[in-house]
């Protein structure tokens, strides 16, 4: 089964700093990850995903299939990325997208 | 403006009510979901749905129930609240259209209390 592993709850870390959010899954086929963020009083959307390779609000993400992992990176943290980030997997089961969410990641910028 | 709408944001209600939790979409999907999140924790798949008429159930056991009538609308209803049920219920929906990106667009949120 396809699991998706967020080892930190909590990443505090001061503006201008790079951040690092990690994620490591479990899949036995070809995975499409995606990292989902949720800012305070706003909706769950869309950040970025692997298959794209673009750079959305500073943000990258490489999958790494040696390591399984798809972590989030920013060179430089803004007080406004400061927001819960959840890495997600998709596959596609019998004719639907079934998407498998990690815990999630709070990150706190400290101006 | 395609979106998705969520009724009611927030919801207090006694044990043993019926409730119903609305999910709307204008953004034309065919695939419709219901999540259930409780603070700090993951996002689990309770139901979702092909199109109109198909309706499944998800990787977490829930006692509630959803229909789809129509494709914009897929409701979930619970027959009668417990406490057991407080928790954030999040509606999405995602394209049908091959190659799909696998997004998922998602409503607001329906966060529900049962005292």
């Known amino acids: 089964a396809q699991r998706v592993t967020q080892p930190e709850k909590l990443l505090s870390v001061f503006k201008g700093a790079p951040v690092e959010l990690k994620c490591n899954y479990s899949?036995?086929?070809?995975?499409?990850l995606f990292w989902y963020v949720q800012y305070s009083r706003q909706r769950l959307q869309l950040l970025l995903r692997?298959?794209s390779r673009e750079s959305i609000k500073g943000f990258t993400a490489d999958l790494n299939k040696g390591e399984t992992s798809f972590h989030l990176k920013k060179p430089f943290a803004q007080e406004e990325d400061s927001a819960m980030y959840y890495c997600?997997?998709?596959?596609?089961?019998?004719?639907?997208?079934?998407?498998?969410f990690g815990t999630g990641t709070k990150l706190q910028v400290i101006p | 403006e395609a979106d998705i709408y969520q009724t009611p944001r927030y919801l207090v209600i006694g044990t043993g009510k019926k409730i119903t939790l609305e999910c709307s979409q204008t953004?034309?999907?065919?695939?419709m979901y219901w999540y259930q999140q409780d603070p700090g924790m993951e996002l689990h798949l309770i139901h979702y749905?092909?199109?109109?008429?198909?309706?499944e159930k998800g990787d977490l056991s829930s006692e509630s129930t959803v229909s789809r009538i129509r494709t914009e609308h897929f409701p979930l209803t619970l027959e009668s609240a417990r406490p057991s049920h407080t928790s954030q219920y999040l509606c999405?929906?995602?394209?049908?259209?091959?190659?799909?990106?696998?997004?998922?667009?998602f409503g607001e949120g329906s966060r529900l209390t049962v005292l």
């Open positions: 999405a929906s995602s394209e049908t259209r091959s190659p799909s990106t696998g997004e998922l667009f």
């Open positions: 899949y036995s086929g070809s995975p499409e």
């Open positions: 692997h298959i």
């Open positions: 997600a997997l998709s596959e596609r089961s019998g004719g639907y997208q079934k998407v498998t």
């Open positions: 953004m034309g999907h065919d695939k």
């Open positions: 749905s092909y199109g109109v008429n198909s309706t």
